[in-house]
């Protein structure tokens, strides 16, 4: 399973950003698509991810300002960021949770890209 991730860069507090993973290869189905991210010095730790089922979990520090989305059809997820902060200053990782079309459950992660919130 392959993820290609787009839209980091620089913002100013306040600003906006919209970044989007496509997962391809062998998925006969997936469990859960999301993002993580990892400032430096710190833990890599949940942003938001949403479920098949179409339920959401989502880290207490984005609540009311990032939202989650996908388009099934074409194994994308989208992360909106809003009100960005500086503390949201990271590497962000789109992250996979499959089962592929030999019946196996695998975890995959993209490349990760920055995201810069500054002034």
């Known amino acids: 399973v392959q993820l290609q991730a787009y839209g980091g860069g620089v913002v100013q507090p306040g600003g906006f950003l919209r970044l989007s993973c496509a997962a391809s290869g062998s998925i006969f189905s997936i469990y859960a698509m999301g993002w993580y991210r990892q400032a430096p010095g710190k833990q890599r730790e949940l942003v938001t991810e949403?479920?098949?089922?179409?339920?959401?979990n989502c880290g207490d520090s984005v609540k009311g300002r990032f939202t989650i989305s996908r388009d099934n059809a074409k194994n994308t997820v989208y992360l909106q960021m809003n009100s960005l902060k500086p503390e949201d200053t990271a590497v962000y990782y789109c992250n996979v949770v499959v089962v592929t079309t030999q019946g196996v459950r695998a975890n995959s992660w993209g490349q990760g890209t920055l995201v810069t919130v500054s002034s």
């Open positions: 949403m479920l098949s089922g179409g339920s959401t």
